[in-house]
């Protein structure tokens, strides 16, 4: 089969959902079909793990180690795919590749110019890809909107990939806004029809439009873009504002969105969602509430924790009950009121010494308190200082990161991360195995005496005090294969007191939450039912 490819671009303002709209069109074309997502970012970074949360959300990690847009959680959530670093190309990737041919002399002496070179380089970057991977379908995902000049090189790639692979192998979905103006009560299309403009402007004719909207478009509004826009009523289509992002699928399926493409490209994958649709059913009818504390300082920014967001939810669909976040600024944290009534508490990853203080506070609270406990990467190292300080008797034990000066450094940076000053890619990335313990939580979450999960930091449980830790109560329940790195620890007397050195929120889907989400939900749950009688809701 030849591979056919979907572009999909966005328009009017940023953060209209394109990353999920392409995950969800994927998701409906999956059934027969093996989907490749490639995302292209108008940055000159060469990808965003240098970048501040509150400046692009969270960075998502990759199996072969690639720090990636968050959209990838999105794709590898909605398709079932294990992506590949190298299907996000920044317009700092391509730079650099431009450089680097120039220097070598590729270009034989010729003057390197944005046409036809580095547009040369976007589109041979992903017929290689798609040439490696053999995929049915491309789904490729412009970042940005039409207008922005970082994106100038990729829409005119995008223009240029038509002629290469055929008319009747490509189309071009467009995604804008369709405000209503409070007091008019008024679907208007002018946004769209000026978004559709500017695309035009660039060669680009979109097949589809999808208008994000408060409402369902009216058979008016499909119209009036129809007529201004040149493209099909029918091929015009609700983008809804939905309570779950999961339910986008249905959505695009009740709009007819599957045939449509199918007819556009002559491929045939009809959506089984009979599964998906039961799992959104349990979101929307929970049978219990029980509320988290997530203990962090990005809380200002949910983006920059959407993937336990997601992992939780993955839960709530499998057990019916609504996990309502308690957000908790630790940074400001001094009164531990906050945490009073919680029913389980989280300690996400994060750098630097802000807020540490008060999230090892948090995580003595819920040691002594027995309320349920998930520790994710920081949160994990922070579980250890806590326990040396007050269990173990090392009451200045810390990590380096946050005292390089501290008696007790219970918790290192790595050898090899000691001599390297380059920021971007440096870390312990990606996928590594942990061994587990035989009798321990996470074993038994887990159903296997060997686990992957995907890492992102640089310190570790430092070997000289595992001892110490084990001595004391502490069990270090997943080690690396050599024995020297902790992946896992957990107190066994405890409700639940779980945390990884990894992060397993990055690997957890609808349908297969990830087992230490889905453990710390039921304890939660467990705790509810004990400590106070079920609510309804």
Sequence with gaps: MTTKYIIITGGVLSGLGKGIAAASIGHLLSSRMKIIPIKCDGYLNVDPGTM??????????????GEVDMDFGHYERFLGVRCSSSWNLTMGKVFD?????ERRGDYLGKTVQYIPHVTDIIKNHIFQIASREKPDLVIIEIGGTVGDIENEL??????????????????????TYVPIPHGVNEQKSKPTQQSVNLLKQRGIFPDIIIGRCSQFLTRKIKAK??????VHPDAVITGLDVDDIYELPLIFEQEKLPEIIHKKLNIYSPPDLRRWKELIENLRNPSICITVAMCGKYTELEDSYASIIEALNHCSAHLRCRVELKWIETSELNDFSCLEGVDGIIVPGGFGSRGAEGKIQAIRVAREQGIPFLGLCLGLQLAVIEFARNVCGLEKADSTE?????????IDILPEQKEITE????????AYPALLEESSVVRALYGSDEVSERHRHRYEVNP?????????????????PDGKLVEFIELPSHRFFVATQAHPELKSRMEKPAPLFYGFVKACLACRVIDRPAESI
């Design 464 to 480: 000289l005090y595992h001892e110490v830790l084990r001595r004391n109560g502490m069990v270090l329940s997943g080690l690396s």
């Design 225 to 230: 873009i129809s007529s201004f826009c040149d």
């Design 154 to 175: 990729f829409l005119e790639a995008m223009r240029q990939i038509k002629e290469d692979v055929g008319r009747e192998n490509i189309i071009y979905i467009h995604l």
């Design 97 to 101: 590749m431009v450089r680097q041919k």
């Design 52 to 65: 501040n949360p509150f400046e692009h959300g969270e960075v998502f990690v990759l199996d072969d180690g």
């Design 423 to 430: 920021k971007g890619g440096t870390m312990r990335l990606g």
């Design 402 to 410: 946050m005292n390089a000066d501290t008696p007790d450094p219970v």
